[in-house]
């Protein structure tokens, strides 16, 4: 499966490229496909004063974004990740790889890698900076939100008076990795939600998965470091409430996690932006982590984030997110408190 | 581990925070005045709009929820097969116009949000068409297709589903 997915997803770019005889912008989507492409550079000045973090500019990753109509009912999309070796060990990266049926105007079925419903940024973001409204994720996505998942989705929307949602995934769990259903069927998404006015949608959802030997996942933090192979049941939920309209955007993420015995971790990320002008938009955030002592797989610890920025659209294709921000990572010995000027360049198109 | 860490007091950081904004800010403000005086949010007239599809089913024009299906909340007809949108591009005549009545948002902003709606899997891929004229043919030739036009355009689209919005 490991190889099978980027041969998979080279030939769904091959075919996109040779379905676009049409376009004259990469932009404008052709009958049957649509490619976009989306990239960020990273900019991080920073002080502390008996730590001096590094100052630097990198490349981020790079996005090659396709979806493809196959017919009335079924369509594919995909989402591949470039970066050089210098920053990231993987090259080349399956994202999301999906095949969708839509079995009528409300349900649908999705297979395939894809990214886990469980909050509204995973769901709606994805890799794509440009449309991240702070420069980071949040704090949760370091250790808690399972980014993706390899499995079978079903997926409702518009259902009543208030647009209520639902998904439902059946998946292979965190510990395959993309070896789908190495270990059979693992973890279990449960995500619902209202949209009860076009600007506002809150949502829920409970994940638990089954940890395989988590003393060797790459996750393990500071807790029981033992040679035995225990595997770990694990629930995750998380609650979203994000509201857009001409003058204000708003984004709440929270979530709590657990496994076996008392402990209780959880994170809490809000942002706020005000729509100053149509291309400008002043914005703060706070972003919190707090991983229990008596965790015995996350590397407990509490970690702060706050911030003030700007977001500006400086043309149609490019964006530029500057914040002033204060990190206190008490759960990363390597990375004390500091305050950083940093900014983010981002392209879509 | 170093268990001595020191944590920087704030007051300090902040210090060093506005010396960095206001060092680096000159080119922040170049920025961010480029991109205020980019904008240019025209004052169009105000003209009615009309919602077009050419979809066979039998349905109720006053049944379509229009909104719905511009802002990409609804992405199938009621049979199930998908709703091909034509939205006006960045030269053609209801750009501004369009994106403000049902975003309340300029052209770029629609666009964008467009963008998002299709990368999180959402929605179908829009089609973008540099004129009204060219939108109307896209509608006329695309099954399952809809879009949004001047009124003044109703009288020669018999074939069509029409509501005005």
Do not use: C
Not at chain 1, 190 to 218: C, F, M, V
Not at chain 2, 49 to 73: K, T
């Amino acid at each position: 499966m490991r190889l099978f997915l980027p041969k998979l997803t080279l030939l769904v770019i091959v075919i996109s490229f040779a379905g676009l005889p049409k376009a004259y912008s990469i932009e404008l989507p052709t009958d049957n496909w649509n490619l976009n492409i989306f990239s960020y550079v990273n900019g991080h000045l920073a002080h502390s004063g008996n730590y001096e973090p590094d100052d630097y500019l990198e490349l981020g990753e790079s996005s090659i974004f396709v979806f493809g109509r196959l017919s009335n009912r079924l369509s594919v999309l995909t989402e591949v990740s470039l970066l050089p070796k210098k920053y990231r060990e993987d090259t080349v990266k399956v994202e999301r790889l999906t095949l969708r049926w839509d079995l009528n105007e409300k349900h649908r079925l999705t297979l395939g890698k894809m990214h886990t419903p469980v909050n509204y940024w995973n769901d709606s973001f994805h890799h794509g900076r440009y449309f991240f409204p702070t420069i980071d994720r949040p704090l949760a996505f370091q250790k808690f939100v399972p980014v993706h998942e390899i499995g079978l989705r079903f997926s409702g929307s518009r259902l009543g008076k208030y647009n209520f949602f639902y998904d439902v995934v059946i998946g292979s769990g965190q510990s395959a990795g993309d070896h789908a259903f190495s270990h059979g069927l693992k973890s279990t998404t449960l995500a619902i939600g209202i949209r009860p006015t076009e600007n506002l949608e809150i949502r829920s959802s409970l994940y638990q998965d089954e940890i395989i030997n988590h003393q060797n996942d790459p996750k393990h933090g500071f807790g029981d470091q033992t040679n035995g192979s225990e595997d770990l049941d694990w629930q995750l939920w998380s609650g979203s409430v994000y509201f857009e309209n001409d003058k204000i955007q708003l984004l709440t993420e929270l979530s709590a996690s657990k496994n076996k015995g008392g402990n209780l971790n959880y994170t809490s990320y809000i942002f706020a932006g005000w729509k100053w002008l149509p291309r400008l938009m002043p914005f703060v955030f706070v972003d919190f982590e707090r991983v229990d002592p008596k965790e015995t797989h996350f590397s407990p610890g509490i970690q702060r984030r706050y911030g003030a920025g700007i977001k500006t659209a400086v043309s149609n294709r490019t964006d530029l997110k500057v914040d002033l921000s204060t990190h206190d990572l008490s759960g990363d010995e390597s990375k004390p408190s500091y305050t950083a000027l940093r900014f983010q360049f981002s392209v879509g198109f | 581990m170093n268990r001595n860490r020191v944590i920087q007091p704030l007051d300090s950081s902040f210090r060093w925070g506005f010396k960095a904004v206001l060092k680096y800010g000159i080119w922040l403000m170049v920025w961010l005045s480029g991109a205020a005086l980019a904008d240019n949010k025209e004052g169009e007239q105000v003209t009615n709009l009309i919602f077009i599809a050419n979809h066979n089913s039998a349905i109720e024009p006053d049944l379509l929820d229009v909104q719905a299906i511009i802002r990409g909340d609804q992405s199938n007809w009621s049979n199930g097969n998908p709703i091909v949108l034509v939205l006006p591009g960045r030269k053609a005549e209801t750009y501004e116009r369009l994106s403000l009545q049902m975003f309340g948002e300029s052209g770029m902003m629609m666009q964008r949000r467009w963008l998002k709606l299709v990368f999180s899997g959402r929605g179908n891929p829009p089609r973008y068409a540099d004129s009204e004229q060219e939108i109307i043919d896209l509608v006329l030739n695309t099954p399952d297709s809809a879009a949004v036009i001047r009124a003044q355009y109703a009288s020669k689209l018999a074939t069509l589903i029409v509501r005005e919005i």
